[in-house]
């Protein structure tokens, strides 16, 4: 019997591609969805062959919907469910409680379901970020290495206060998520393990590419915003010089699902640094971006160079679970290609 993954957030840019791997790699997978719509969605990116390898769950709101339902006969659990946007009216309740409930909500159904089921559940993967690690009130710390070790310092209190600040109301979900998952496993003592993956800016293509500019996630929104804004526009600063592909990420969960399960762990991926400019050059210099997406980039400051900052060290993460990184460049030109599509359809509509 294949064993079967629950994906939340299967419809996420990132759950989009854990689902997709997964299913390559023989699982069943059940994916939670918001709606009909985005099952839909994600039935999209699956090609016919695998189509009978997956089911879904509705859960319109993660803070207050039962899990219960959809853990039932699952084998293991990848949490990606979380909200990231930058419309926050109400910081508590736009981002925070949403991010720590939705995390707790679903180790307690697995760890109920587990007390009935002969402990079938072994281990959970959540999606937390390089958020939950760096300290933005040291800045770009050159010389600092970050490694799991680390804790962003940013409170509970300091998030929901934050109206006017959707940057720190996000950095505080995601802290306040992960610390309320190893709170649980500490005080629960379930029979599962738990594995939390940080990584820093995720780019790259989507698992379908995008029918319009609605589907671009938050991220790669940055550089849309920027190979679309013309040839003689400002180039934007950047906040977190780190980046890493989509693909990594999806792998990373997975990866994180079948090795050293055996202990609670807590991973940091990042593959190298980026800024708007680089991108920039590399769409520039790119002999397969098409010109279309060009001639709407800016040139910016050919070959300008990030100030000194902090180093990322992902050495854990490659060497326990055999992760290696797409280049910057290949995430920049799969992008594009896709920008390149969307932009087409944007002209004939």
């Known amino acids: 019997m294949p064993k079967t993954i629950l994906v939340t957030g299967a419809s996420s840019f990132i759950g989009g591609w854990i689902v997709k791997y997964l299913l390559e790699k023989g699982y069943n997978v059940r994916g939670t969805v918001r709606s009909q719509a985005k099952e839909a969605q994600v039935l999209d990116g699956i090609s016919n062959e695998h189509r009978s390898q997956i089911s879904f769950v509705y859960i319109a709101d993660i803070t207050t919907d039962s899990f219960d339902e959809a853990v039932q006969g699952i084998d293991g659990i990848i949490h990606v469910a979380s909200p990231f946007h930058f419309k926050v009216n109400d910081p508590e309740k736009d981002m925070i409680l949403p991010a720590i409930n939705g995390t707790v909500r679903i180790l307690q159904a697995a760890h109920e379901y587990n007390q009935k089921n002969q402990n079938q559940i072994k281990r959970i993967v959540i999606t937390s970020s390089f958020a939950s690690i760096f300290d933005p009130s040291l800045g770009f710390r050159p010389g600092y290495s970050y490694t799991e070790k680390d804790w962003c310092p940013l409170t509970y209190e300091q998030g929901a206060a934050a109206k006017n600040d959707p940057l720190t109301v996000y950095r505080v979900s995601k802290v306040c998520a992960e610390r309320a998952a190893w709170d649980f496993v500490e005080k629960e003592k379930p029979a599962f393990t738990i594995a939390t993956i940080c990584e ?21 929104g940055m550089i849309w915003s920027v190979v679309t804004s013309g040839k003689d526009a400002k180039v934007p600063e ?112």
């Not at 995720?202 to 609605?214: L, T």
């Open 200 to 220: 820093p800016m995720v780019f790259g293509p989507s698992v379908n590419g995008f029918k319009s500019s609605d589907d671009i996630h938050t991220s790669n």
């Open 238 to 349: 950047i906040r977190t010089p780190w980046q890493v592909d989509v693909r990594d990420v999806a792998r990373t969960h997975i990866a994180a699902l079948e090795q050293m399960t055996d202990t609670n762990e807590r991973y940091l991926i990042a593959a190298e640094t980026w800024s708007h400019q680089r991108a920039i050059d590399i769409i520039h210099e790119s002999t397969t971006i098409p010109t279309s997406i060009k001639d709407t980039t800016p040139i910016g400051t050919k070959g300008q160079r990030l100030s000194d900052h902090f180093d990322i060290d992902s050495s854990k993460a490659q060497k326990e679970l055999g992760i290696t990184f797409i280049p910057f460049e290949k995430t920049v030109e799969d992008l594009s290609l896709q920008f390149a599509q969307l932009q087409e359809k944007l002209q004939h509509h």
